[in-house]
């Protein structure tokens, strides 16, 4: 929610509103990102070699929220990862679980994002097999089921898109209108990439406001004219414009992610890290 009107933060219980939100808006009505995540994913490299010394280099850029996925990390020591997190101040309010793992270990995903401090498991991703409609019609009923189970246990739950779900079509339904049609809003919410929704012709601006109130987190990385990946601030998608319709979209959380970014890695997140903090809006 972007706080916009002066008279919200005024009064007793002004720093509490602040304290609460994602963006800070100043007196001059431009807001900024309060807190900037870093998807783990687009370091994976360096945190399956070293996932403390990874977080140790990631915190020191500045970021303050990590979300686990890829590197391994479903394999390694959470609680040594959560203590890690804990001494360098950071925190990690989401992490990726795949299809089959909720499907096949669910507790044992649960018992993970609890250790790690999460609070929402987010799906990344669905390979080829079910993108078509009776395959992906049959898996939306399990999606539903892991956001009414995750509940239960007082987790929420979210979708990650990719382009697919947008290009593949149907019998001219996409695969993503289905998901949104189908899957519950107060169980399902989603974790909107905006580059892989521009990267398959959609207007962001458009989808935000057909997603009102339904979007977890921004996954953030920019697009190049050739339409490839590049860190925030070198390319040509208006992130501005985007945010400021976030006290309609409702997102908690502003995730860098670059699957491509190229190595050393470090110089990719810092340039998007440094990007997102001075941008207003």
């Not at 401090?117 to 990344?124: K, N, S």
């Amino acid at each position: 929610m972007i706080l916009n009107r002066r008279s919200m933060m005024l009064g007793a219980g002004g720093a509490a509103v602040l304290a609460a939100q994602p963006l800070v808006a100043g007196l001059a009505r431009a807001a900024q990102l309060r807190s900037i995540g870093l998807q783990l994913y687009t370091v994976r490299e360096l945190f399956a070699a070293d996932p403390v010394a990874t977080l140790e280099k990631v915190a020191k850029i500045g970021y303050r929220e990590v979300e686990y996925g890829g590197g391994g990390y479903d394999t390694m020591d959470h609680a040594l990862l959560r203590k890690t997190m804990d001494r360098l101040g950071l925190k990690a309010p989401s992490i990726h679980v795949g299809y089959d793992a909720l499907l096949d270990t669910f507790d044992a995903s649960v018992a993970m994002a609890k250790t790690l401090g999460a609070d929402t498991i987010v799906l990344p991703y669905m390979v080829d097999k079910y993108r078509n409609a009776e395959a992906w019609d049959a898996a939306l009923v399990n999606i539903n089921r892991f956001g009414e189970q995750l509940k239960a246990v007082g987790l929420g739950f979210a979708y990650h898109n990719h382009d697919f779900e947008f290009t593949v079509k149907p019998d001219g339904v996409s695969l993503f209108d289905r998901l949104v049609k189908a899957c519950n809003p107060a169980l399902v919410k989603i974790e909107l990439d905006l580059y892989w929704a521009i990267h398959a012709g959609q207007d962001p601006q458009a989808l935000i406001r057909s997603l009102a109130g339904r979007i977890y987190a921004y996954h953030v990385k920019d697009m190049r004219p050739d339409r490839s990946m590049t860190s925030v601030g070198l390319g040509t998608i208006d992130f501005a414009s985007i945010f400021k319709l976030n006290g309609l979209a409702g997102a908690q959380h502003f995730y860098v992610e670059n699957d491509q970014s190229p190595a050393p890695y470090l110089p990719d997140i810092t340039k998007s890290f440094q990007t997102l903090k001075a941008l207003k809006f």
